[in-house]
Every structure is written in structure tokens, then in C-alpha cells.
């Protein structure tokens, strides 16, 4: 069992930055791939970014490419979402999860973390 925590949301500009920081309970967290995700009010949980288990792959939306960026240190069981130019469509609560094998794009985690929320404002 893995218990992740995120932290770093908040409300910001347009056009501001925020990191998250998503901290697992497992030393297990650094065999396995991290992602990213978010969710908007009446809308399904989309995928942002996501990591491999070294961070030597790494995968983003189209949608925050080039302003995002994930990375990991294992040492510290935590994995970080660097937010830059954020735009009101940005607005969601943002979710990391963790699975064994390969990095995906699919909600086919197996842990998740509670959410933070992440508001952006004109």
C-alpha cells in the first residue's frame, strides 16, 4: 500500500506559477511511474503529465506543453508538477498517482492521492 500526499496548490494569476509536490509513504516509490492528473468541475479527470520510474521518460498533454514540467526525486519519495504561465483553463483539482511498469496516459494507476486544488484567476 502507498499513500501519496500532494501538496503546493493555491490560487494564482494568470499567467503565475505554483509547484506541487506529491510525497509518498513507500520507499517502493522509486520503482514505480508517476503521473499527473486533473479534474474540472463536470468534467472527466484528464491526464497532464506523467514520469518514468528513473524520470528518464517523461510524457505531458498537449494541452501544457511547454509550461509544465514533472520530475522526481527518488531519494526524497517525491514527485513535482512546475506549473508556468498558467491560464484560467488551468483550474482543476490535481491528482498524482503511482503504478508498477510502464508509464501511461490512462487513469490506470493503482495509488492516488487526495487531490489539490488549483485555481486560477484573471
Known amino acids: 500500500q502507498v499513500q501519496l500526499v500532494e501538496s503546493g496548490g493555491g490560487l494564482v494569476q494568470a499567467g503565475g506559477s505554483l509547484r506541487l509536490s506529491c510525497t509518498a509513504s513507500?520507499?517502493?516509490?522509486?520503482?514505480?511511474?508517476m503521473g499527473w492528473f486533473r479534474q474540472a468541475p463536470g468534467k472527466e479527470r484528464d491526464f497532464v503529465a506523467g514520469?518514468?520510474?528513473?524520470?528518464?521518460?517523461?510524457y505531458y498533454a498537449d494541452s501544457v506543453k511547454g509550461r509544465f514540467t514533472i520530475s522526481r526525486d527518488n531519494a526524497k519519495n517525491t514527485g513535482y508538477l512546475q506549473m508556468n504561465s498558467l491560464k484560467l483553463e488551468d483550474t482543476a483539482v490535481y491528482y498524482c498517482?503511482?503504478?508498477?511498469?510502464?508509464?501511461?496516459?490512462?487513469?490506470?494507476?493503482?495509488?492516488w492521492g487526495q487531490g489539490t486544488q488549483v485555481t486560477v484567476s484573471s
Open positions: 498517482a503511482v503504478k508498477p511498469g510502464y508509464l501511461s496516459r490512462r487513469p490506470d494507476y493503482d495509488y
Open positions: 513507500a520507499r517502493t516509490f522509486s520503482t514505480y511511474a
Open positions: 514520469i518514468s520510474w528513473s524520470g528518464g521518460i517523461t
